[in-house]
């Protein structure tokens, strides 16, 4: 499936919060830049610690001014989508075996999660779409 620019995912930023960009670490995924930018603290910009994508896999860079977080899609560099697939599996990996662990009743009060037929024999989404409807957006 071909992305255009003017997809919904452009405006999807996916943050790995990891020294090694290749590798997923802490993924976070924002339904907007602004929403991202609210999140993200001044001096966490400045430790340089993460990676950020957005949903077509286009680097995101973000600086402060004023002393308020601000970002940008870096519009020379070339989409990267198989490292945002790699973040993506990844985390929805974790997230299954999370979900998987909450789903045993562990006492009198828990309540356990339910699982889809398919998501408890494993079955995951594999379209950059799908992962990200299953990861989840941090609001």
Not at 55 to 77: H, P, T
């Amino acid at each position: 499936m071909e992305l255009s620019p003017s997809s919904w995912l452009s405006d999807v930023v996916i943050l790995n919060e990891n020294r090694e960009y290749r590798a997923a670490g802490d993924v976070d995924v924002f339904r907007s830049l602004g929403d991202a930018c609210r999140y993200l603290e001044p001096w966490y910009i400045e430790q340089e610690m993460f990676f950020t994508l957005n949903g077509l896999g286009q680097a995101i860079e973000f600086s402060v001014e004023n002393n308020m977080v601000v970002g940008a899609v870096n519009g020379v560099s070339r989409p990267d989508a198989d490292t945002l697939k790699v973040w993506l599996v990844t985390t929805a990996g974790h997230v299954f075996e999370a979900r998987k662990h909450r789903s045993v009743k562990r006492g009198v009060f828990s309540t356990p999660v339910l699982l889809g037929e398919q998501e408890s024999k494993g079955v995951l989404p594999q379209s950059v779409e799908g992962l990200i409807a299953y990861i989840g957006f941090t609001d």
